[in-house]
């Protein structure tokens, strides 16, 4: 195959456009402006905010996978061809007229000028929308939200400033239309959630980790039924909405669930989860250890705990629809990409693995993290919870055995 020029690149994507290729995998739905579904590579079965196409229509990203492209490299991850494979497998280069090509490679460019400054404008309104909720909410003590922390088992720092409660959090899912066409987001419930602050490089507010909760007492993780979905998938189950969503941005940010008590901090704990990082903190508190020089943090997800990978590996047993092995995220990160920064004052490391995470995703992030993080003078230690469980499980399994840890 010659060397393909951007306009044949076009040309290919216009003649197969990204909805119908990705519809092929997995089965899509509508959500926003944007269509999402269970990811075709990493396997992931929750329908909202795991793989999705984009706004633009030409695009696609997996939270999980941490990765994304256009409909050529869709093709290539999911059916495991290289660039020449995938090019022919969506019909192959065609001769176009020098006409033609000036005039893609002109709108090429200025739809991208056009995405780049709507997607800033778009994250900049949306971090400006759940700042004011954040500053509307309450600290956490005293509130259902630190009820719900307790009835799980956790002990509530005394200082905790990355998280708080609001008593009214719309959940969006979906879109609605008016009378004259024009579209809207779709709010299925108002109600009370934990909120958690994402705080970038810059050490500015970028987003919100939120945990939608319900009237019980002590509270619960809220059970929104998926009203996209007609009927049970089996006898007695419904079909149900993530009660967990992050929205702003969370790429290299972390939530502050519980500072040193002292400066400076020698230890970070960095888990995925609000909930496993607090499950260690309980523990610390419990076993006796002295936690006043530990920083306690929540990275959202495990690829933005592992931060950017440099290149993909087939899993050893995962499958793609086609038969061939799943590509995942690889164990070396991309360091010319950002990522949580850990200060250099810190002298050891301590990264929580979940053991109900997919086992291969969960250690190759770990061990990118690992890697990512390595300096002279600084240990870093990767602790997992058992097969099958996260930190909060052993917790709570610990107490009902006595204090065990």
């Not at 404008?121 to 909410?137: V, Y």
């Not at 400066?263 to 609000?274: L, T």
Request: proline share 8%; aromatic share 6%.
């Amino acid at each position: 195959m010659s060397l393909l020029t951007p306009a044949d690149i076009e040309d290919i994507k216009a003649r197969n456009p990204l909805r119908e290729v990705a519809a092929q995998y997995v089965q899509l739905r509508r959500s926003g402006k944007r269509l999402a579904g269970p990811c075709p590579m990493c396997g992931g079965k929750q329908r909202s905010g795991r793989f999705e196409i984009l706004e633009d229509g030409g695009s696609w990203v997996c939270a999980v996978c941490q990765d994304g492209g256009d409909v050529i490299r869709l093709v290539q991850r999911v059916e495991g061809l290289d660039f020449k494979d995938a090019i022919e497998r969506l019909g192959g280069v065609r001769e176009i007229d020098p006409n033609v090509i000036a005039r893609l490679t002109a709108e090429r460019e200025r739809k991208q000028r056009e995405r780049e400054a709507q997607a800033a404008g778009f994250r900049e309104d949306e971090r400006k929308r759940l700042w004011t909720l954040w500053q509307a909410a309450r600290p956490l003590p005293g509130t259902p939200a630190a009820d719900y922390l307790a009835g799980r088992g956790l002990a509530i720092p005394e200082a905790c400033p990355g998280l708080r409660y609001h008593a009214e959090v719309a959940y969006f899912d979906g879109k609605e239309v008016d009378d004259f066409g024009r579209e809207s987001p779709r709010v299925l419930h108002r109600g009370p959630a934990m909120l958690g602050a994402f705080i970038r490089t810059d050490g500015h507010f970028g987003g919100l980790h939120i945990t939608w909760l319900d009237g019980a007492t002590p509270p619960r993780k809220l059970k929104l039924i998926d009203p996209d979905v007609v009927g049970p998938s089996r006898p007695g189950e419904q079909p149900l909405l993530p009660a967990k969503k992050m929205r702003g941005s969370k790429t290299a940010a972390y939530i502050l669930v519980r500072p040193a008590c002292t400066a400076p901090s020698w230890c970070w704990v960095v888990g995925e989860g609000i909930e496993t990082v607090l499950s260690v903190f309980t523990a610390y508190e419990a076993t006796g250890r002295d936690p006043a020089g530990v920083t306690f943090i929540a990275a959202g997800d495990l690829g933005n705990l592992g931060g950017p990978h440099l290149d993909k590996v087939p899993h050893p047993t995962l499958k793609t629809a086609t038969g061939r092995p799943r590509n995942i995220p690889g164990p070396v990160p991309d360091l010319a990409q950002p990522a949580i920064a850990i200060p250099n004052e810190v002298t050891e490391l301590i990264l929580l693995g979940d053991g109900d995470s997919e086992p291969v995703l969960t250690r190759h992030a770990m061990t990118r993290a690992a890697r990512r993080y390595a300096r002279e003078g600084r240990t870093i230690r990767i602790a997992f919870a058992p097969d099958g469980m996260d930190f909060n499980d052993v917790l709570l399994e610990s107490a009902q055995e006595g204090g065990k840890w």
